[in-house]
């Protein structure tokens, strides 16, 4: 791809985010009965989209692979076919992506990914959308279209950006509100929270899946671990409110011990032994980002040296991260 064409190209710039309390309530499953509560935080780690009209025809798309499709039909990627469909976007047309971080990793990067291709069709339609709409046709499309068993948060995460309290009700609206925290705790949170990588999640689907089947089920055990969620989701939201970051620290501890509990697929011996070394080493609290299986370690540590050394000596990779405040924009545009 030449400069030329990238100066021509309509890019936006999404972000990936960390879930910091309630999360799984904001699956369909869930929330249609009892309604949801999520606080997630969009952070500086993004996902790039570019579209661009081309003077060749079809359908080009280049991501970890590479597509050249004569109609929307046959594309293969079913996110990019389907937001294509959802706006008729027509041929020529070339699709381009790049993250920071790849697919599988327990950041949204789906959510992210559909939300920042939306948000690059509005603008090569020319039209303002508002992030409630880009937020609400990306869960559309995984949801309603494609039958993925994923949540609302991914999408609103990165819409919004900022660190947000979402409200999931019963008929699907979605309330959104900033978590209302100091300067003070928000550059506490900055410093305190630790992300270690501890390899590509892979069964986050079978994960959702169990919990959406076992939900719509009835099962008494997963509803009682998700409504216990919920109110530890409530309880993080008035300890980060109040600028209490220690019980926060100590409340994602319960989050992870019973999110261990909820399917088991979430959770393994390696994830949980260095989750355990962990809070050996200097963390509070802490849990595994995603729905499980993989990902990222995320902890909430008191002394942050010491973690550091800790998870060098596994062999775990810090991902250094910061909060984006922006959500999902347009960085560049003929």
């Known amino acids: 791809m030449s400069l030329d064409s990238l100066a021509r190209m309509i890019i936006t710039r999404t972000p990936l985010r960390i879930s910091i309390g309630g999360g799984g309530t904001d699956l369909p499953s869930y929330y249609s009965r009892f309604g949801g509560f999520v606080i997630a935080a969009a952070i500086n780690k993004h ?28 594309i293969r990627h079913a996110l990019i076919r389907e937001a294509l469909r959802l706006h008729e976007v027509p041929a020529p047309i070339e ?31 020319r039209k303002y959308v508002d992030p409630g709409i880009v937020a609400e046709e990306a869960c559309k499309i995984e949801i309603e279209t494609l039958l993925q ?26 309330s959104v509100s900033p978590l209302n925290i100091s300067n003070s705790t928000l550059y506490d949170l900055e410093e305190h929270l630790l992300m270690f990588f501890t390899g590509y999640s892979r069964n986050a689907s079978v994960v959702l899946d169990d919990q959406k089947v076992r939900s719509e089920l009835g099962d008494a055990a997963m509803l009682d671990n998700l409504h216990f969620i919920k109110q530890l989701g409530l309880c993080i939201k008035l300890a980060l409110e109040q600028g209490n970051t220690r019980r926060f620290g100590e409340l994602m501890h319960e989050h992870w011990l019973h999110k261990k509990q909820r399917s ?14 962990g809070r050996e080493n200097g963390a509070i609290g802490g849990k595994l980002v995603g729905a499980g299986g993989g990902g990222f370690l995320l902890f909430y540590a008191d002394d942050r040296d010491a973690l550091r050394r800790a998870m060098a000596r596994e062999g775990l990779r810090e991902v250094r991260f910061a909060f984006d ?3 999902s924009k347009l960085v560049a545009r003929d």
């Open 47 to 74: 996902i790039y989209v570019g579209i661009n009209e081309t003077f060749s025809g079809g359908y080009f798309l280049k991501y970890s692979s590479l597509e050249h499709a004569v109609t929307i039909d046959e």
């Open 95 to 125: 699709v381009v992506s790049m993250a920071d971080i790849p697919a599988g990793t327990g950041l949204g990067s789906s959510g992210a990914f559909t939300v920042g291709l939306l948000r690059a069709v509005h603008a090569l339609k």
């Open 149 to 174: 068993p994923v949540g609302k948060q991914d999408q609103y995460i990165a819409a919004y950006g900022g660190l947000a309290c979402f409200e999931f009700r019963e008929d699907g609206e979605v």
């Open 264 to 277: 088991p697929g979430t959770s393994n011996d390696g994830i949980n032994r260095w989750y355990d070394i």
């Open 325 to 327: 405040h922006e959500g």
